[in-house]
């Protein structure tokens, strides 16, 4: 697990940022295997970006059996909870959708995980109690607000969710803001911190002044400096990554 400092040092930067320099370490497919395909909305975009790791719940409160199947399920999910290590962005799989019955969260259920070390969710489905939410600096990404919150109560977790069409399992590092969320594979971790500070540093000092610095020239001579840009750009990258994508 990336160190407390690591994590404040990645919460600096927005997501697409982070996710630039996801995409030079990372052995999957970025334009397949990384962010929310689906739309998501930012509740609380003041906050800025959260980091932490995955923890999962999958609900369905349109369902009254789960409180019979097991009454002891909120006790066995907030252990769960509690047991594993911080910080946590609850990961919510609603099986009602496409249907938004009730909510899982509002004000009593977000103070009492952020009590247990939990920053956020990124759930798909409802929140509610959307100002006691951000009150208790738990942020959320949610498909839409709702009014009641029905029969909601844990089905299962610490297992995959799919959540907004991406897959997440517990442990997985999330970075998420108003764009969306980047999952983060437990061994793509460890050089996240650095690969987004590279090729942060490596736009600034490229293509962005190559951009700016344009105003007021010919046509002719901003298409020159601007490819001139991208290729210090692309080679820069080139010659910080190995071939075969680790860092």
Same mark, same amino acid.
């Given at each position: 697990?990336?160190?407390?400092?690591?994590?404040?040092?990645?919460?600096?930067?927005?997501?697409?940022?982070?996710?630039?320099?996801?995409?030079?370490?990372?052995?999957?497919?970025?334009?397949?295997?990384?962010?929310?395909?689906?739309?998501?909305?930012?509740?609380?975009?003041?906050?800025?970006?959260?980091?932490?790791?995955?923890?999962?719940?999958?609900?369905?409160? =349109?369902?009254?059996?789960?409180?019979?199947?097991?009454?002891?399920?909120?006790?066995?999910?907030?252990?769960?909870?509690?047991?594993?290590?911080?910080?946590?962005?609850?990961?919510?799989?609603?099986?009602?959708?496409?249907?938004?019955?009730?909510?899982?969260?509002?004000?009593?259920? =977000?103070?009492?995980?952020?009590?247990?070390?939990?920053?956020?969710?990124?759930?798909?489905?409802?929140?509610?109690?959307?100002?006691?939410?951000?009150?208790?600096?738990?942020?959320?990404?949610?498909?839409?607000?709702?009014?009641?919150?029905?029969?909601?109560?844990?089905?299962?977790?610490?297992?995959?969710?799919?959540?907004?069409?991406?897959?997440?399992?517990?442990?997985?590092?999330?970075?998420?803001?108003?764009?969306?969320?980047?999952?983060?594979?437990?061994?793509?971790?460890? =050089?996240?911190?650095?690969?987004?500070?590279?090729?942060?540093?490596?736009?600034?000092?490229?293509?962005?002044?190559?951009?700016?610095?344009?105003?007021?020239?010919?046509?002719?001579?901003?298409?020159?400096?601007?490819?001139?840009?991208?290729?210090?750009?692309?080679?820069?990258?080139?010659?910080?990554?190995?071939?075969?994508?680790?860092?």
């Amino acid at each position: 697990m990336l160190s407390h400092a690591d994590l404040l040092q990645l919460k600096r930067w927005n997501t697409p940022t982070i996710y630039n320099g996801w995409e030079q370490i990372t052995r999957r497919d970025p334009a397949a295997d990384a962010f929310n395909p689906e739309e998501t909305r930012d509740y609380m975009p003041q906050m800025g970006p959260m980091v932490g790791y995955a923890v999962t719940v999958v609900i369905e409160p =349109s369902n009254r059996a789960h409180r019979e199947a097991n009454p002891d399920a909120w006790n066995e999910y907030r252990r769960y909870i509690a047991d594993q290590p911080g910080p946590k962005i609850v990961c919510v799989q609603d099986l009602d959708k496409p249907c938004v019955i009730g909510s899982f969260w509002g004000e009593v259920n =977000s103070n009492a995980h952020r009590a247990r070390g939990c920053v956020g969710t990124i759930v798909d489905g409802a929140i509610r109690d959307v100002d006691e939410m951000t009150n208790a600096g738990f942020k959320a990404l949610a498909r839409r607000l709702c009014v009641g919150h029905a029969h909601v109560h844990p089905v299962r977790w610490g297992c995959e969710v799919e959540v907004f069409g991406r897959r997440i399992s517990p442990g997985d590092l999330i970075h998420a803001d108003k764009h969306g969320f980047l999952v983060i594979a437990p061994d793509e971790q460890e =050089s996240l911190l650095e690969a987004a500070r590279f090729m942060d540093a490596n736009e600034c000092e490229t293509v962005i002044p190559a951009a700016r610095g344009a105003s007021g020239l010919a046509y002719e001579e901003i298409l020159e400096r601007l490819a001139a840009a991208g290729k210090q750009f692309g080679e820069s990258a080139r010659a910080r990554f190995h071939r075969d994508g680790e860092w």
